[in-house]
Each structure stands twice: as structure tokens, then as C-alpha cells.
């Protein structure tokens, strides 16, 4: 599933990413990368989700959204 197709306030890991290099790099330098925590805060209707990483807030458009592929995390 992508991070368009998440539940609010649940916690998922970044199974892979599909984006352009340069966009792979800015998330990167984020600290959005693949075996990576996040935590969907909010869904806006344009589309843009609102994730936690590692304490930091970050708002992503609906087309870079759409290219994370996560699975839900569940703490073991």
C-alpha cells in the first residue's frame, strides 16, 4: 500500500520508494528512507498526508505520497 492508502494516527514502515532520484535524495535527506518508522498524522481531500518522522513533522504532496510504499508496523 502507499502512504494515499493509510490510516490516520497508525504507524508504518517504508517498504520502498518510487520517485524521481532528486525527489529520492530530498527524502533521504529527511530521514524518509526504505526500513524507515512514520507515523500518518493527517489526510488532507487534496490529497497531501502529514507523517511524523523520527519527532519531526513533514507534509507530502499526493503525487510524492503515492510513490512510498509502506507496510503497517507493529511493535514486537
Known amino acids: 500500500m502507499t502512504l494515499l492508502e493509510t490510516k490516520t494516527a497508525q504507524w508504518y514502515q ?4 518510487h ?3 532528486n525527489v529520492q ?3 533521504e535527506a529527511l530521514g524518509i528512507l526504505e526500513g524507515t518508522r512514520v507515523q500518518v498524522l493527517n489526510q ?5 498526508t502529514i507523517i511524523r518522522v523520527r519527532g519531526t513533522r513533514w ?4 503525487e ?3 510513490g512510498i510504499e509502506v507496510k503497517e508496523y507493529h511493535e514486537q
Request: glycine fraction near 14%; avoid cysteine.
Open 14 to 17: 517504508v517498504e520502498e520508494i
Open 19 to 21: 520517485e524521481w532520484e
Open 25 to 27: 535524495r530530498r527524502l
Open 44 to 48: 488532507k481531500r487534496n490529497g497531501s
Open 59 to 62: 507534509a507530502l504532496g499526493k
Open 64 to 66: 510524492i505520497a503515492g
